[in-house]
């Protein structure tokens, strides 16, 4: 029971940790915390749960489309909300400020669309198929979400540190002047980093979707608020770091909801918070990668 | 009456030393002159006399108190004023604001009555307020005492981080290129503030790139390259030292 | 005039409310913190209020000083270890305080009545009362701001090395804030929970927070008509959109957005520094005027 409940623990919390690394790989990049990031997250579960009901498309697809409605979603938010402040030379406080009225409106318009209405996914989009491994009960479902993140991130690695896009990207990350100066075009890397980071919400939107068997406009508020720990505890800016504290956080909730009580769950997940933004506030992994070195200004 | 005196400071970032054992005294009444080529350190010190940064080595005084290990609150409050290289002003604030705010440090009236606005308060806010008006009238900006000060020129703009560093009453004045990007009229009626200064027995540190400047007003200069004094004397042996010239024009 | 009055009494008392609201706010992000922790202090204000009350049967009056202390409290134990922690890190903090509040008064069932909240809690303050409260505390902002402390606050916000170099001590001052934002937040919440009848977790959430943030960052953070401005608009605006019920939070959204990318300073912040600097060239034409 307890290793079964570890596993969802993992499942949940490697989506988690998809979700968080869009979030940071935005605050080690472009110094903003995201407030929308929630929004773009549930938007991305919408435009896969929308293909799968209006044209039928399988899972896979399902998935891919998810990806291009958040990208496309964060990219159109980085044009409405940020462009103008970094125009500007604004301060945080503005960004932070900025991003959560995108959220509201974000929020909005997906509550008139679906009248507030609860979706799910179609019983049949995923073959229901489960194998017995020493009496753990491990289903298809889970190991393929398992795959796909581990495809993601590696994939987001391999992107940020093999290629020349990744490199501009981390000179951008360390300092906009100077990367400016060696001919670095700003716009074009802001498009790239957005579109990842609205994509991975969005795959991690249609994931939960699925595993959660439900899609609804508030479905993304937990999550970021969810992200804000797991980013806090990896150290903002880390990749790995934000993977690592994902999946701490989801077996730690899993298991405080199986054995305690879900409302316990809650004000655990954030006292952890609050607790390590006292003892350590660069988290317990941040100064790991190099990524992370840049939220020390 | 004090004076600043560093004894063998250093600091490094990540491993590389960015000023190396530096001594050096500034007497009271006096204005001491720290000169060098660009990237040799200076802004450095100022940030270690003021408390920004920490020293990795040696001992920094003020008078007979040793201040190594003061932040820059306490240090201001022991009587350590500056100026900042790229002006630093409240630009939304009035002219005369941004030099109250100078004499915070000898404010006397508590939290409690500042919070409740009473009479003791507001009593202590027009005599500040007074005091900062006289020392507008010695720098010729009476009229200029309600504009905000982001909107004034470069020149006037200097004036007040001057007024708001003499605000504070100083022990010991630290002035991080104080003229630069002023022409000459400009300088010159500045040089003649600073003296009047010294005068009073305030211990001058003047930070400049402005060798011409420096020569002009300081008794005793020292010189710094690479993190390291080449030199030190009068305003003509200085001049005529070879590393000093070799450290300018090698630049 | 009385009927008029008699209707509106609630859209006032709410307007009121906000305004207190607004000024704990108000006042960290003057001093440059950027603490979200204004609803957790209004919920623990509420709360202490509503029990002391309905609980323990205690007057009115110990009730709005418990609400008062607990806030001041709260504020004070946050200040400390959040004083060291840069902006977006205090953010997060006070978010999750507010979250951390939100859990204890969905769950302690026993002390709070859970997610019904508290109910047929007797009304006893009515719209003087609350006038008053406002009243006190414009004034005590508007003696802060002129003083001191404000002065002190705003050159913390623009430039802390300066502030430091000049000898202000930033955590003194950010603890000053904390406090001030706890007590006027806790004030608040113990007035409303006397004015509304009934108190839930849910009102002290995420939407208060956000639309406690609007308020003065549509107003403006450094003058005292800042939050008064932003909470006069943002109440009213649900009203002004009776017609358009679905669209208010995209109407907010917007309203937040435009104003940080447009009016940055605020509306009341920018009013006064144009009206400034048109007095300021008007009474320079007029001296040259005289000269020539």
């Given at each position: ?297 | ?9 250093a600091r490094s970032?990540?491993?590389l030393p960015a000023v190396d054992g530096v ?13 060098g080529p660009n990237g040799a350190g200076k802004?450095t010190v ?177 010189v710094l390259a690479s993190g390291q004094l080449i030199a ?11 590393k000093v010239?070799e450290a300018y024009?090698g630049a | ?292």
């Amino acid at each position: 029971m307890l290793m079964q409940q570890l596993l969802n623990g993992i499942v949940v919390g490697s989506v988690y940790g998809l979700f968080a690394l869009g979030f940071t790989l935005i605050f080690g990049v472009n110094h903003i915390m995201n407030m929308a990031h929630g929004t773009i997250f549930m938007w991305g579960a919408f435009a896969g749960l929308y293909a799968v009901t209006l044209f039928d498309v399988p899972f896979p697809v399902a998935v891919l489309i998810g990806a291009l409605g958040g990208g496309l979603v964060s990219v159109i938010l980085d044009w409405t909300a940020f462009r103008p402040l970094r125009k500007q030379g604004a301060p945080e406080f503005s960004s932070i400020v900025s991003s959560i009225g995108a959220s509201l409106i974000l929020l909005s318009l997906a509550q008139q669309l679906t009248a507030t209405r609860v979706m799910r996914f179609p019983f049949d989009i995923f073959p229901i198929v489960a194998f017995n491994f020493f009496g753990l009960r491990i289903q298809l479902l889970q190991l393929v979400i398992i795959a796909i993140v581990v495809l993601m991130v590696v994939g987001l690695l391999y992107y940020l540190y093999r290629t020349s896009f990744g490199r501009q990207i981390r000179a951008v990350a360390v300092s906009e002047h100077t990367s400016k100066l060696l001919g670095i075009n700003p716009t074009a890397i802001n498009f790239q980093v957005f579109f990842i980071s609205g994509a991975l919400a969005g795959i991690a939107g249609v994931l939960i979707g699925i595993v959660f068997n439900s899609v609804h406009f508030m479905m993304g508020e937990p999550l970021l608020l969810r992200a804000f720990v797991v980013i806090i505890l990896g150290g903002l800016g880390s990749i790995p770091g934000a993977l690592i504290a994902g999946l701490l956080i989801g077996i730690i909730q899993t298991l405080t909801v199986a054995y305690l009580s879900a409302g316990l769950a809650d004000a655990l997940v954030f006292s952890t918070l609050f607790l390590v933004l006292l003892v350590r506030p660069t988290g317990l992994f941040g100064g790991a990668s190099a990524v992370a070195r840049v939220t020390r200004r | 009456m004090k004076a600043l005196v560093l004894d063998d400071i250093a600091r490094s970032f990540g491993g590389l030393p960015a000023v190396d054992g530096v001594s050096l005294t500034a007497p009271a009444g006096r204005i001491t002159g720290l000169i060098g080529p660009n990237g040799a350190g200076k802004t450095t010190v100022v940030n270690m006399i003021t408390g920004l940064l920490k020293v990795t080595r040696g001992r920094i005084l003020v008078g007979d108190e040793d201040v190594t290990e003061a932040d820059a609150p306490m240090l201001a409050r022991a009587g350590v004023a500056r100026t900042f290289q790229n002006i630093r002003l409240i630009g939304d604030a009035s002219v005369l604001d941004n030099v109250v705010a100078g004499f915070h440090r000898h404010e006397k009236v508590g939290t409690l009555a500042n919070l409740l606005g009473l009479p003791s308060a507001v009593r202590e806010r027009r005599e500040l307020e007074n005091k900062a008006s006289a020392l507008l009238e010695r720098f010729g900006m009476t009229g200029l005492a309600k504009h905000p000060a982001g909107s004034l020129s470069y020149g006037h703009q200097r004036r007040i981080e001057m007024m708001r560093a003499l605000a504070m009453d100083p022990a010991v004045l630290l002035l991080d290129e104080p003229v630069a990007g002023m022409n000459d009229t400009e300088a010159h009626s500045l040089a003649d503030i600073f003296r009047s200064v010294a005068q009073q027995g305030v211990a001058i540190l003047l930070i400049e790139h402005n060798m011409r400047f420096v020569m002009s007003l300081c008794q005793h200069i020292y010189v710094l390259a690479s993190g390291q004094l080449i030199a030190e004397g009068d305003p003509d042996a200085v001049g005529q030292n070879p590393k000093v010239i070799e450290a300018y024009l090698g630049a | 005039m009385m009927s008029f009055f008699n209707s509106y009494t609630p859209l006032l008392e709410l307007a009121l409310f906000n305004a207190l609201l607004a000024f704990s706010q108000y006042v960290v992000l003057r001093a440059g913190v950027f603490s979200l922790g204004t609803a957790a202090f209004a919920a623990l204000g509420a709360y202490a209020a509503a029990i002391m009350v309905t609980k323990l049967g205690m007057p009115a009056w110990l009730g709005l000083i418990a609400a008062v202390g607990l806030g001041t409290v709260a504020g004070a134990l946050v200040a400390v270890p959040l004083a060291r922690l840069r902006g977006v890190f205090q953010a997060l903090a006070t978010l999750a305080l507010v979250q951390i509040v939100l859990s204890i008064t969905l769950n302690w069932v026993d002390v709070t009545e859970g997610a019904l909240g508290i109910n047929s809690i007797p009304k006893t303050i009515g719209l003087f009362g609350m006038f008053c409260a406002v009243a006190v505390v414009t004034y005590l902002m508007s003696a802060m701001g002129s003083t001191s402390i404000g002065r002190a606050f705003d050159i913390i916000r623009e430039d802390e090395t300066v502030a430091v170099s000049l000898g202000i001590s930033v955590p003194k001052h950010h603890m000053i804030a904390f406090i001030l934002s706890g007590a006027i937040a806790g004030l608040a919440g113990g007035l409303h929970a006397y004015t509304s009848y009934s108190i839930t977790p849910n009102e002290y959430g995420f939407n208060m927070l956000v639309m406690v943030l609007a308020m003065v960052v549509l107003g403006g953070r450094v003058s005292v008509w800042g939050p008064i401005v932003g909470a006069v608009v943002l109440t009213a605006l649900p009203e002004l959109l009776r017609g358009l019920q679905e669209y208010r939070t995209v109407v907010q959204g917007a309203l937040l957005m435009l104003s940080i990318i447009f009016l940055p300073r605020g509306v009341a912040d920018t009013l006064i520094g144009t009206l400034r600097r048109r007095r300021i060239t008007l009474a320079s034409t007029k001296a040259k005027a005289v000269t020539i």
